[in-house]
């Protein structure tokens, strides 16, 4: 039977997700309260889907997404959220494989998504791996400060810096600013890694997330 990882700071909540979901006997549900017990698991399960808190005890789900893109690459995921502006919603909810579900819902919704999950895994769609677009309105909604490196297995690595969720500058082979901006975005297959900074010394910025790759806040 497949396996589900539900991750919720909510020990009372996550344990009702996951009393309404085994009713329905079609996957095997799981649940931890932190980000480094999801990490611990991870390392020795295998998992169809993961259901993420957009903020953990421990750490945020671009924290863990960043591991799991390293580890588990093929695994979609859905990030729950009380904390979604209306362009996020939008954005987040054209993506399959990293599905965006805000709070609160009925349970028949994140069952949908489960399933939309596990589709993609039967049909091979997850092969595609985590997406740029899909991964930026989360790094805005978080207003995370930092520079994201991305490696993808076609193109090569490019690096983007954020200042508070908004990209500030970006580079890629000999490509800068905008362009290599421009270019990242469109890449699957994904494998990320971020490191926080303190102190941005960028000051220029982007266009808006509209335009698919990060700029002004909406909303």
């Given at each position: 039977?497949d396996?589900v990882?539900?991750?919720?700071?909510?020990?009372?909540?996550?344990?009702?997700?996951?009393?309404?979901?085994?009713?329905?006997?079609?996957?095997?549900?799981?649940?931890?309260?932190?980000g480094?017990?999801?990490?611990?698991?991870?390392?020795?399960?295998?998992?169809?889907?993961?259901?993420?808190?957009?903020?953990?005890?421990?750490?945020?789900?671009l924290?863990l997404l960043?591991?799991m893109?390293?580890?588990r690459?093929?695994?979609?995921?859905?990030?729950?959220?009380?904390?979604?502006?209306?362009?996020?919603?939008?954005?987040?909810?054209?993506?399959?494989?990293?599905y965006?579900?805000?709070?609160?819902?009925?349970?028949?919704?994140?069952?949908?998504?489960?399933?939309?999950?596990l589709?993609l895994r039967?049909?091979?769609?997850?092969?595609?791996?985590?997406t740029?677009?899909s991964?930026?309105?989360?790094?805005e909604?978080?207003?995370k400060?930092?520079?994201?490196?991305?490696?993808s297995?076609?193109k090569?690595k490019?690096f983007?810096?954020?200042?508070?969720?908004?990209?500030?500058d970006?580079h890629y082979k000999?490509l800068s600013?905008?362009?290599?901006?421009q270019e990242?975005?469109?890449?699957?297959r994904i494998?990320?890694?971020?490191v926080?900074?303190?102190?941005?010394?960028?000051?220029?910025?982007?266009?808006?997330p509209?335009?698919?790759y990060g700029g002004?806040?909406?909303?």
């Open positions: 039977m396996k990882l539900i991750i919720d700071g909510d020990a009372e909540y996550v344990q009702s997700l996951k009393l309404s979901l085994d009713k329905l006997h079609q996957f095997e549900v799981q649940t931890v309260t932190s480094k017990k999801a990490i611990d698991l991870i390392k020795n399960n295998n998992f169809s889907v993961f259901v993420i808190e957009v903020i953990l005890p421990d750490m945020d789900a924290d960043v591991y893109t390293q580890k690459p093929n695994t979609p995921c859905i990030v729950m959220t009380d904390q979604g502006k209306p362009w996020f919603k939008e954005k987040m909810t054209q993506q399959s494989f990293l965006h579900l805000e709070k609160p819902f009925k349970i028949n919704v994140l069952a949908s998504a489960i399933f939309v999950g589709n039967d049909e091979g769609k997850n092969l595609k791996g985590m740029m677009s991964i930026l309105p989360l790094v909604a978080l207003q400060t930092g520079r994201m490196e991305i490696a297995k076609d090569g490019g983007l810096y954020f200042k508070d969720g908004i990209i500030i970006a000999n600013s905008e362009t290599a901006a990242m975005v469109l890449w699957d494998f990320i890694k971020f926080r900074i303190t102190a941005m010394s960028h000051t220029k910025t982007h266009q808006d509209s335009h698919g002004r806040k909406l909303g």
